[in-house]
């Protein structure tokens, strides 16, 4: 187990992440504040996210040329100048800019870290360290609602992000200590862009990461789905009061949390990666159409218990797939790793807006999420269904 790689890439991951979800986290206060609709946090999540995948397709070659340390260093550096530009923000445009920094880095979280990872990582146990890795993502997300609320009450939503910098920069120059050690390879005369930018999309002439690709995007966007909607869909339609919808929303947190170790460690000893990730797609269609049937008077228990199905599912599947990503990629792990996170940010993206249209134009959750199930369902068939194998040339 490469305890130290694991636990930095992590603690990168995390601080990311949680500076990513900051602003949605302190919504209320910077609505009242700049006078602006608490709505925008979702178009900001949404701009993190697309400039993302430019960051996920340039991430290969800078990883390559700077090696994985000094890229989840430049991660960390657009996490800190997010934070820095969304605090000073007096405005639509300053907080739309810190989303653009935030996503310039954001995507090359996933590429550096495997760059890092698969080297020092046995191979039986390679499932269950990407896991762990992307543990960082709910466990920042949770920090974010943990800590920054009381902050805001104590010192105002501006210092509550100033405040997060010091994690960010202390960790950024605690990571040029392994440096010299970690980033070996390096291949200084690698250009960062032109032609190059496009090589992870190469990989998807193999028609395993084509049918990888389709059920990440698929996976990728019916989770959104599952969880952007909870609350919503908990209060309108079952009934619950909004501290309830907030309990079952933790519990699928919770949930996508613990399962995602548990999930690495059965595709290490017990199926290969993409029967789990078959598993996890019909998983993610009976909690949709579960999702779909929610009516007024479901109780809450049964509400609580599909909460944790999705986040043991939907919530649980990404490290298994990153790491099914830089084992099908070989030694172009970093450019597979690269084009998971552009199909995962893509998926994210699209799906949402296409979900809420088709619940606006049938006045219901029930056919859309229906859909869902249906669309992941042929997923899980698509990845246990025997295909040609391609080498990946080098």
């Known amino acids: 187990m490469p305890v130290w790689p694991l636990l930095a890439t992590l603690a990168v991951q995390t601080l990311a992440t949680m500076a990513l979800y900051s602003l949605p986290t302190v919504a ?33 070659g800078m990883v390559r040329k700077y090696g994985g340390v000094r890229a989840t260093q430049a991660v960390l550096f657009a996490a800190a100048g997010m934070l820095t530009l ?30 890092l990872l698969v080297p020092q990582t046995p191979q039986p146990v390679f499932n269950l360290v990407m896991s762990v890795r992307q543990i960082g993502v709910p466990f920042g997300g949770v920090m974010a609602a943990l800590i920054l609320p009381p902050l805001v009450l104590a010192i105002g939503w501006r210092h509550a992000l ?15 200590i392994p440096r010299m050690r970690w980033d070996t390879g390096r291949e200084p005369a690698r250009r960062v862009f032109g032609r190059g ?22 996976y990728a966007g019916l989770a959104l789905c599952l969880v952007a909607f909870m609350t919503v869909l908990l209060t309108t339609v079952v009934g619950l009061t909004l501290i309830q919808a907030g309990q079952i929303l933790a519990a699928y947190q919770i949930a996508g949390s613990v399962s995602r170790p ?20 019909a998983g993610m269609a009976l909690c949709s159409v579960l999702t779909g049937l929610y009516a007024p008077g479901w109780p809450v228990w049964a ?65 859309s999420y229906t859909i869902g199930a249906a669309c992941a369902l042929a997923c899980a068939m698509l990845l246990v269904l025997p295909v040609k194998r391609r080498h990946t040339a080098p």
């Open 162 to 176: 100033l405040a997060e910098l010091g994690p960010v920069v202390l960790l950024m120059i605690l990571m040029e």
């Open 86 to 115: 969304a605090a000073f923000a007096s405005g639509v445009t300053g907080l739309a800019t810190a989303a653009v920094v935030l996503g310039l880095g954001y995507g090359a979280a996933a590429p550096a870290s495997t760059h």
């Open 197 to 218: 930018l496009w090589q992870p999309f190469a990989l998807l002439r193999d028609p395993r990461f084509r049918r990888l690709s389709v059920a990440a995007f698929v």
């Open 303 to 367: 509400v609580m218990a599909n909460a944790v199905l999705a986040g043991c599912t939907a919530g649980g599947y990404t490290g298994v797939a990153y790491a099914e990503y830089a084992i099908l990629g070989g030694v172009r792990r970093t450019e597979a790793t690269g084009l998971g996170t552009a199909i995962f940010f893509a998926g994210g993206m699209a799906v949402p807006p296409v979900f809420a249209a088709a619940v606006t134009a049938s006045g219901g959750f029930g056919s």
């Open 262 to 281: 548990i999930w690495g460690w059965i595709a290490d000893r017990f199926l290969t990666p993409a029967q789990t990730l078959a598993i996890h797609g």
């Open 28 to 60: 209320p206060a910077v609505a009242r504040d700049l006078n602006v609709s608490g709505t925008l946090v979702g178009a900001f999540v949404a701009t993190a996210y697309g400039v993302g995948i430019l960051s996920a397709l340039i991430s290969p």
